[in-house]
């Protein structure tokens, strides 16, 4: 089976500018979750969908936003970009989503904003 | 809530040597546990995990690590380290709870010497 695929991988956008992710889970694979790392906060998780739904999200901003396809891709948007944003983006998926299912990762999208 | 905290930031080993990492948690439910390994410029890939079978697991590359609740401790060991094991390595904490969501510690970043 073909991995957790995200695209673009790199990115470089400026200040104010709005960017969007890709997520393109395993197949079967139901269940995407975001998550930010960056050397000062490290793993912060963004959000997750399933079926469509949002059905969890962490503590960011109004600027942070996803969606999820009727094929489970996902994507997530961030508008009025600041230059926090800069990070690596990861998206992980699972089968359900339930806690006990390990998560597989994608090699991560590095947002630079300049 | 969920915490993690991952004792010492930088760990270094001589090549052959016992690598230990450490991990305390912290849920208000029964927790499941994983630690994560990342090399540079890519994701996370799961080492190991604990489900609430077996409190000690086995996990790839000789990885293996113990639960223990009364010490909400899941430190990762393995007995001999082998250059290829430097990388960053991330302890992490889910529930049934929180949909798609891990929690995770800072991480440590292990140097094997020579």
């Known amino acids: 089976k073909a991995g957790v695929t995200q695209t673009p991988r790199y990115l470089i956008k400026t200040r104010g500018q709005q960017v969007t992710l890709s997520c393109s889970p395993i197949?079967?694979?139901?269940?995407v979750s975001w998550y930010q790392q960056t050397p000062g906060q490290g793993l912060q998780f963004l959000f997750e969908?399933?079926?469509?739904?949002?059905?969890n999200k962490g503590n960011f901003p109004g600027r942070f936003s996803g969606r999820q396809f009727s094929n489970s891709r996902s994507e997530m948007n961030v508008s009025t970009l600041e230059l926090g944003d800069s990070a690596l983006y990861l998206c992980?998926?699972?089968?359900?989503?339930?806690?006990?299912?390990?998560?597989?990762f994608g090699p991560g999208t590095r947002l630079l904003v300049l | 809530a969920q915490s993690v905290t991952q004792l010492g930031s930088h760990v270094s080993v001589s090549e052959g040597a016992l690598v230990l990492l450490r991990c305390n948690y912290s849920?208000?439910?029964?927790?499941?546990l994983f630690w994560y390994v990342q090399y540079p410029n890519q994701g996370l890939q799961l080492l190991l995990k604990?489900?609430?079978?077996?409190?000690l697991v086995k996990g790839i590359n000789g990885f293996e690590a113990e639960f223990k609740k009364s010490e909400t401790s899941f430190h990762l060991t393995k007995p001999s380290a082998h250059m290829s094991d430097a990388a960053e390595y991330f302890c992490?904490?889910?529930?049934?709870?929180?949909?798609?969501?891990?929690?995770f510690g800072d991480g440590t970043t292990l140097t094997v010497k020579p």
């Open positions: 604990y489900t609430s079978a077996a409190t």
């Open positions: 992980a998926s699972s089968l359900d989503g339930t806690g006990e299912e390990t998560q597989y």
């Open positions: 849920s208000s439910v029964p927790p499941y």
């Open positions: 197949s079967g694979h139901r269940s």
């Open positions: 992490a904490v889910s529930d049934s709870t929180n949909a798609g969501k891990s929690t």
């Open positions: 969908y399933f079926s469509e739904t949002q059905r």
